[in-house]
């Protein structure tokens, strides 16, 4: 897996950590071990603003996903396809806010909005209520496959 990872939000994140979780992910998910994933990481500033070039939406939003070759998870009995999944964008400073609402650490909102963005770049969307169910019931099963794996992971808010 070719994941880079770049970090211009201004706050301290763990970035390998990052990279760790979406190889997991995309690993559970059955992707192409050679397939390209890109995650930027942006202040609030910068979020808003892509927020509203792609969106038409203001103010920053948590995560953007763009991708590119339109991977898909390989249905039972296929091979993967290899190729160029996309760009993850995340805020860490929206991941900090949110945090609380959904009753996680930062660390643990990063953790999920980098699966559900990847879901995003694998054609997974939350349009209907059938839909998010599909999307939001795959992101935790992939978050508490990587929780059950890694206990001791940081629940710190940093």
């Known amino acids: ?38 995650i930027l990481l942006v202040d609030e500033g910068t979020m808003s603003a892509y927020h509203e070039k792609y969106l038409g939406e203001p103010g920053p939003t948590d995560v953007l996903s763009f991708p590119m070759d339109e991977l898909r998870p390989p249905a ?10 996309g760009d993850i964008v995340l805020c860490p400073a929206v991941a900090d806010r949110q945090a609380r609402e959904h009753q996680r650490s930062t660390n643990e909102e990063a953790e999920y909005l980098l699966v559900h963005g990847l879901l995003h770049l694998l054609g997974y969307d939350h349009a209907t209520a059938a839909e998010q169910a599909e999307m939001f019931g795959l992101t935790d099963k992939i978050i508490s496959a990587w ?3 890694h206990p001791d992971r940081s629940r710190s808010s940093s």
């Open 147 to 149: 929780a059950a794996r």
């Open 1 to 38: 897996m070719s994941i880079d990872i770049s970090n211009e939000s201004g706050i301290e994140v763990d970035n390998a950590a990052l990279v760790r979780l979406a190889t997991f992910a995309l690993d559970q998910l059955r992707i192409h071990p050679l397939a390209e994933l890109s």
């Open 76 to 85: 039972d009995g296929e091979e993967p396809s290899m190729g160029l999944l």
